[in-house]
């Protein structure tokens, strides 16, 4: 019987390269996306493109809204800004994102009997945000082993240590169809990126060092 693992799933570039990277390592895949009242909603039919090309056992979208909390450029009135901000924990942060949505995928862990959730945290290529740092992970994987029936639960963060130009080049060696993916913090109504974000500029730059070659098809979703 394979083993199974839960995948956080978001639609983006991160996320996608590790749900190859889980299916690459022989699990049954079990995708979680969230719609949690983002302004980038776009990014969860991005992700059941995704999930639906990789042929998951089971993906599920999970609404929760955040809006409610506000405290942020994503959910909330606040102005995704275009252009890089100074010091301190960016706009675009939302708060206990990653607790509230690992919580959930261990809820659902335990219930499939998974002993593996993946996460696409990043501590190169990433914002400032608190909960995508190594310290964070370990944390909750500990809490995650106090908290449940097994106590044997692993928070998998393959992408941790590598630039957006290393994930993406891992991505493309699994064969990631990344045209599939957004990543834009402020998509227009049609779905076009900004490409001005921080999200897109990672993005961009991302795949401009990995040497791709297409950028209206990679790069600009």
Known sequence: MRKKAVVLLSGGVDS??????????????????FDY?????????????VAKANRVKEHRIFNIDLRSIGGSALTGDIE??????????PVTYVPARNTIFLAIALAWAEVLGAKDIFIGANAMDYSG???????????????AGLGTVSGKVRIRAPLMHMTKAEIVA?????????????????????????????????RIRGFEEAGVTDPV?????
Do not use: H, W
């Open 16 to 33: 996608s390269t590790v749900l190859a990277i889980a299916g690459s390592e022989g699990f049954e895949v079990y995708a979680l996306t």
């Open 37 to 49: 009242g983002q302004r980038n909603k776009i990014e969860i039919g991005s992700a059941q493109e």
């Open 129 to 143: 945000y608190p909960d995508c740092r190594p310290e964070y992970i370990d944390a909750f994987e500990k809490l």
């Open 217 to 221: 098809r990679y790069s600009i979703n």
């Open 170 to 202: 891992r991505g493309m060696s699994l064969g990631v169809d990344y045209s599939m993916t957004q990543s834009c913090y402020d998509p227009a109504s049609d779905g076009s990126a900004c490409g001005e974000c921080e999200s897109c500029r990672l």
């Open 80 to 89: 995704v800004p275009k252009q890089k901000e100074g010091q301190g924990v």
